[in-house]
């Protein structure tokens, strides 16, 4: 292994062109005759459009053209879907409304697209689109997802009766209330999990480029996962056909989910590249990302935890009710379901477990997987209640864990999941000792003689990452597989370029992806190239998402190694007249085991491409190509300890420690899994201290800049203490189980359990503002 494989505290070498200014984003891009999109924008969350009247915009500077909906459809661009088929428990397939990406006779949220202008400048395009006049009809609009199925509720599409896309099922009910009937303790928890608006550095952003003469289109968009893009927008949206297409994603600055997704803005900046005859290219402003990104979260929960007399579980039972905005986006369906109620049991030995999920349209913004997706909601739910069970029992929240861990593996749970390994009690003990969990009450007692109320609050997380095996997946609704990619390419002169499906927006996957051939080969990072992100240079590939970039994308990239090793080392003794089995590759040379003999791999590669003395009928050339569908999800798990002080003057919260302990089995980079962890706590603890998306009674968005949504900051934050432990996963070659969601997953709960503890009682819901503190601390019942 060289210094620079796995293992390996590598710096990110893709860094040095993000911290110099030369990395090269969406908003980059210039191509001849480019000329700019301006989108006009539905004030109402909820009317019917009487009239549109361009005249007057056609007519001033600058500009090329205005589209409507009407023409759109008259070309015959398709609806928006939803790309992962639910069906209810009575069996009828989920209400799937329809999404056009400009609006024809009606808009549903505050930030509907309903016409685009292009024109010469942005300024000139948004001069225009202001002079656009649209006349509307205002009807009752509703926010709120448990309202939105009230009686008297407006009605958002006709497909949909009653505002219900699908009521969903999984588990055993009538085995889960049983168990609680004989539980000998019940805890009860109505939870509400907040909406959050994704908020990347980089807003989304589209340039669409139609080539009359070769009847082309190029599309480079901030995309997690270019080539379903180019799937859908062919194969469901009728933009192009597939080998008419060309979609590519450069450097994206951060994605957390929000930029999985295919949106309008792609689909008309093509549309209208072809309609004008110029390349168009569309930006978004921050508060267009507010309102028209999609937004995560958004559920109102009701539990039902059982315990026997020991103290052990015997029945979880939950009810969600999930609010999906105005439509159903491309993930949408899956996420409040297969990756959050398949969670529901935790780390948790429990027997019995019912979810119920309702999914509701209301007059928002479409809200789909957000870091973490459907995992950190299933964690809030679990550790949530099992503190405030602990609290309940009179028992330590820690030891009420422990003695109900799984503690033997493989596990299957009453809800789908079979996990293949882990070690809960590691992590949860190694937490408590980094905390000094049982110095506890000292610092108490000390933070009461100044004043401040302290308080200390765990979470043990478990997530399901690498969605798959793509056949299960299949039955399960997914309208795509969840396979992966690679393809090793060794050139002439022995530099290595590996091109992959997954898709690199802040992971680092240019130094992981090279250490790992560092690893096998032993050739130095700088000569192994990464890439990814265009689907005319890419084989098809499924992007990146779900934590599956180490443990899918990686994994294709192993088998492509294999196949490459195999090859050169055949090559090599050849060359060598030796024995291929006693062949072994080692910093940058392969040798005759047991002698001096060897032949550096440049030599190799050259003799590859040479011809000239290769064994008899084998093909020049050293390039591999591989697919890999895992068999099973992974499972990186942890337990996460927050330690608070509250000035019961303001209502002001400071973290004063923050330990977290994750398994996340075999590590690539240990730096950049700690950046990782990182990353996702503060958003984690942005969730539970700040952010939330707030929309008042007629639908209007009070949460649309960074005036009114409160982004955690350098001084809301400690220094993290951050450690691992290693079961290595048995699913995958190397062990790996996915990091980048861990810290968004874990790190809520135990915030607002370390805050409830502090106060007493649970009157509090997220985020914990100072303002809702303060009053919790005058209102709130003890507990």
């Given at each position: 292994m060289g210094i620079e494989g796995i293992g390996a505290r590598v710096a990110r070498k893709e860094d040095k062109r993000f911290i110099t200014?030369?990395?090269?984003?969406?908003?980059?891009?210039?191509?001849?005759?480019?000329?700019?999109?301006?989108?006009?924008?539905?004030?109402?969350?909820?009317?019917?459009?009487?009239?549109?009247?361009?005249?007057?915009?056609?007519?001033?500077?600058?500009?090329?053209?205005?589209?409507?909906?009407?023409?759109?459809?008259?070309?015959?661009?398709?609806?928006?879907?939803?790309?992962?088929?639910?069906?209810?428990?009575?069996?009828?397939?989920?209400?799937?409304?329809?999404?056009s990406p400009l609006a024809v006779d009606r808009v549903r949220y505050v930030g509907d697209a309903v016409v685009v202008v292009v024109a010469e400048t942005k300024g000139q395009a948004r001069d225009a689109a202001e002079a656009v006049e649209i006349t509307y009809k205002e009807l009752k609009s509703v926010s709120d997802a448990v309202e939105a199925l009230g009686k008297g509720a407006p009605q958002l599409h006709p497909e949909a009766d009653g505002n219900l896309i699908f009521d969903w099922g999984i588990g055993d009910a009538a085995a889960t209330d049983a168990a609680l009937k004989t539980a000998a303790h019940i805890t009860r928890v109505n939870i509400v999990n907040n909406r959050l608006v994704p908020n990347a550095m980089e807003p989304r952003a589209a340039l669409g480029h139609y080539d009359k003469a070769e009847d082309h289109y190029?599309?480079?968009?901030?995309?997690?996962?270019?080539?379903?893009?180019?799937?859908?927008?062919?194969?469901?949206?009728?933009?192009?056909?597939?080998?008419?297409?060309?979609?590519?994603?450069?450097?994206?600055?951060?994605?957390?989910?929000?930029?999985?997704?295919?949106?309008?803005?792609?689909?008309?900046?093509?549309?209208?590249?072809?309609?004008?005859?110029?390349?168009?290219?569309?930006?978004?402003?921050?508060?267009?990302?507010?309102?028209?990104?999609?937004?995560?979260?958004?559920?109102?929960?009701?539990?039902?935890?059982?315990?026997?007399?020991?103290?052990?579980?015997?029945?979880?039972?939950?009810?969600?009710?999930?609010?999906?905005?105005?439509?159903?986006?491309?993930?949408?369906?899956?996420?409040?379901?297969?990756?959050?109620?398949?969670?529901?049991?935790?780390?948790?030995?429990?027997?019995?477990?019912?979810?119920?999920?309702?999914?509701?349209?209301?007059?928002?913004?479409?809200?789909?997987?957000?870091?973490?997706?459907?995992?950190?909601?299933?964690?809030?739910?679990?550790?949530?209640?099992?503190?405030?069970?602990?609290?309940?029992?009179?028992?330590?929240?820690?030891?009420?864990?422990?003695?109900?861990?799984?503690?033997?593996?493989?596990?299957?749970?009453?809800?789908?999941?079979?996990?293949?390994?882990?070690?809960?009690?590691?992590?949860?003990?190694?937490?408590?000792?980094?905390?000094?969990?049982?110095?506890?009450?000292?610092?108490?007692?000390?933070?009461?003689?100044?004043?401040?109320?302290?308080?200390?609050?765990?979470?043990?997380?478990?997530?399901?990452?690498?969605?798959?095996?793509?056949?299960?997946?299949?039955?399960?609704?997914?309208?795509?597989?969840?396979?992966?990619?690679?393809?090793?390419?060794?050139?002439?002169?022995?530099?290595?370029?590996?091109?992959?499906?997954?898709?690199?927006?802040g992971q680092g996957h240019e130094t992981t992806f090279a250490q790992l051939v560092n690893s096998r080969f032993g050739v130095p990072l700088d000569s192994v190239s990464i890439v990814h992100g265009d689907t005319d240079k890419v084989q098809m590939g499924m992007g990146t998402y779900g934590s599956r970039s180490g443990a899918v994308g990686m994994s294709a990239i192993v088998k492509a190694l294999d196949k490459v090793e195999a090859k050169a080392k055949k090559i090599a003794a050849h060359l060598l007249e030796a024995d291929e089995g006693d062949i072994v590759i080692e910093n940058g040379q392969l040798k005759v085991a047991g002698t001096d003999k060897n032949v550096p791999w440049f030599q190799m590669a050259l003799a590859a491409y040479t011809a000239h003395n290769l064994p008899q009928g084998m093909e020049p050339g050293l390039k591999e190509t591989a697919f890999y569908d895992p068999s099973n999800f992974t499972f990186p798990a942890g337990c996460y300890i927050c330690e608070v002080e509250i000035d019961p003057e303001t209502g002001k919260t400071d973290i004063v420690q923050f330990v977290a302990a994750d398994d996340f089995g075999n590590i690539i980079n240990p730096m950049i899994v700690e950046g990782q962890v990182h990353g996702g706590i503060a958003q984690g603890v942005g969730q539970a201290l700040l952010e939330g998306a707030i929309y008042d009674g007629s639908g209007q968005l009070l949460t649309a800049s960074y005036m009114d949504y409160t982004m955690p900051r350098a001084d809301d934050l400690p220094s993290f203490q951050i450690s691992t432990s290693n079961t290595p996963c048995p699913g995958n070659p190397l062990g790996i189980k996915g990091c980048g969601e861990a810290g968004a997953i874990g790190s809520p709960p135990a915030v607002i359990n370390a805050i409830t503890d502090a106060l007493g009682h649970e009157n509090l819901t997220m985020p914990a503002t100072p303002q809702k503190v303060w009053a919790a601390l005058r209102g709130g019942s003890k507990h």
């Amino acid at each position: 292994m060289g210094i620079e494989g796995i293992g390996a505290r590598v710096a990110r070498k893709e860094d040095k062109r993000f911290i110099t200014g030369a990395g090269r984003y969406v908003d980059d891009m210039v191509v001849p005759g480019m000329k700019h999109a301006a989108f006009v924008r539905s004030p109402h969350a909820h009317a019917d459009i009487k009239k549109i009247d361009v005249k007057a915009a056609e007519a001033m500077p600058g500009v090329i053209g205005v589209l409507t909906g009407k023409q759109l459809k008259a070309d015959g661009i398709g609806n928006l879907i939803c790309g992962w088929m639910i069906h209810s428990k009575d069996g009828s397939p989920m209400k799937m409304g329809a999404w056009s990406p400009l609006a024809v006779d009606r808009v549903r949220y505050v930030g509907d697209a309903v016409v685009v202008v292009v024109a010469e400048t942005k300024g000139q395009a948004r001069d225009a689109a202001e002079a656009v006049e649209i006349t509307y009809k205002e009807l009752k609009s509703v926010s709120d997802a448990v309202e939105a199925l009230g009686k008297g509720a407006p009605q958002l599409h006709p497909e949909a009766d009653g505002n219900l896309i699908f009521d969903w099922g999984i588990g055993d009910a009538a085995a889960t209330d049983a168990a609680l009937k004989t539980a000998a303790h019940i805890t009860r928890v109505n939870i509400v999990n907040n909406r959050l608006v994704p908020n990347a550095m980089e807003p989304r952003a589209a340039l669409g480029h139609y080539d009359k003469a070769e009847d082309h289109y190029t599309c480079w968009t901030t995309s997690q996962n270019p080539h379903v893009a180019r799937l859908v927008m062919s194969a469901f949206y009728n933009v192009a056909p597939e080998n008419k297409l060309r979609v590519i994603a450069p450097d994206v600055g951060g994605g957390f989910g929000s930029k999985i997704y295919i949106y309008p803005e792609e689909i008309v900046c093509l549309w209208a590249s072809k309609k004008t005859g110029v390349p168009v290219k569309w930006v978004a402003d921050r508060t267009e990302s507010f309102l028209t990104d999609a937004h995560g979260r958004d559920h109102h929960t009701t539990v039902e935890m059982g315990f026997d007399k020991n103290n052990k579980i015997v029945g979880l039972k939950v009810d969600t009710i999930a609010n999906l905005g105005a439509y159903m986006s491309l993930f949408s369906s899956a996420t409040p379901t297969y990756l959050y109620a398949t969670l529901l049991s935790g780390q948790y030995n429990i027997p019995a477990i019912y979810g119920n999920v309702r999914t509701v349209y209301t007059n928002t913004a479409p809200v789909d997987a957000y870091r973490g997706a459907g995992r950190p909601e299933a964690t809030y739910v679990l550790e949530r209640t099992m503190e405030i069970a602990a609290r309940e029992l009179g028992v330590s929240p820690a030891e009420l864990r422990r003695s109900n861990f799984v503690t033997a593996f493989p596990h299957q749970t009453p809800v789908i999941m079979c996990y293949d390994a882990g070690d809960y009690g590691t992590s949860l003990d190694a937490a408590m000792k980094q905390a000094d969990y049982a110095g506890f009450a000292k610092r108490k007692a000390a933070a009461a003689k100044k004043g401040k109320l302290r308080g200390i609050g765990m979470s043990c997380y478990i997530e399901a990452c690498g969605i798959a095996p793509s056949a299960a997946v299949g039955s399960l609704g997914a309208g795509v597989g969840l396979w992966e990619s690679a393809e090793v390419r060794v050139n002439a002169v022995g530099t290595i370029e590996v091109l992959t499906g997954s898709h690199s927006h802040g992971q680092g996957h240019e130094t992981t992806f090279a250490q790992l051939v560092n690893s096998r080969f032993g050739v130095p990072l700088d000569s192994v190239s990464i890439v990814h992100g265009d689907t005319d240079k890419v084989q098809m590939g499924m992007g990146t998402y779900g934590s599956r970039s180490g443990a899918v994308g990686m994994s294709a990239i192993v088998k492509a190694l294999d196949k490459v090793e195999a090859k050169a080392k055949k090559i090599a003794a050849h060359l060598l007249e030796a024995d291929e089995g006693d062949i072994v590759i080692e910093n940058g040379q392969l040798k005759v085991a047991g002698t001096d003999k060897n032949v550096p791999w440049f030599q190799m590669a050259l003799a590859a491409y040479t011809a000239h003395n290769l064994p008899q009928g084998m093909e020049p050339g050293l390039k591999e190509t591989a697919f890999y569908d895992p068999s099973n999800f992974t499972f990186p798990a942890g337990c996460y300890i927050c330690e608070v002080e509250i000035d019961p003057e303001t209502g002001k919260t400071d973290i004063v420690q923050f330990v977290a302990a994750d398994d996340f089995g075999n590590i690539i980079n240990p730096m950049i899994v700690e950046g990782q962890v990182h990353g996702g706590i503060a958003q984690g603890v942005g969730q539970a201290l700040l952010e939330g998306a707030i929309y008042d009674g007629s639908g209007q968005l009070l949460t649309a800049s960074y005036m009114d949504y409160t982004m955690p900051r350098a001084d809301d934050l400690p220094s993290f203490q951050i450690s691992t432990s290693n079961t290595p996963c048995p699913g995958n070659p190397l062990g790996i189980k996915g990091c980048g969601e861990a810290g968004a997953i874990g790190s809520p709960p135990a915030v607002i359990n370390a805050i409830t503890d502090a106060l007493g009682h649970e009157n509090l819901t997220m985020p914990a503002t100072p303002q809702k503190v303060w009053a919790a601390l005058r209102g709130g019942s003890k507990h």
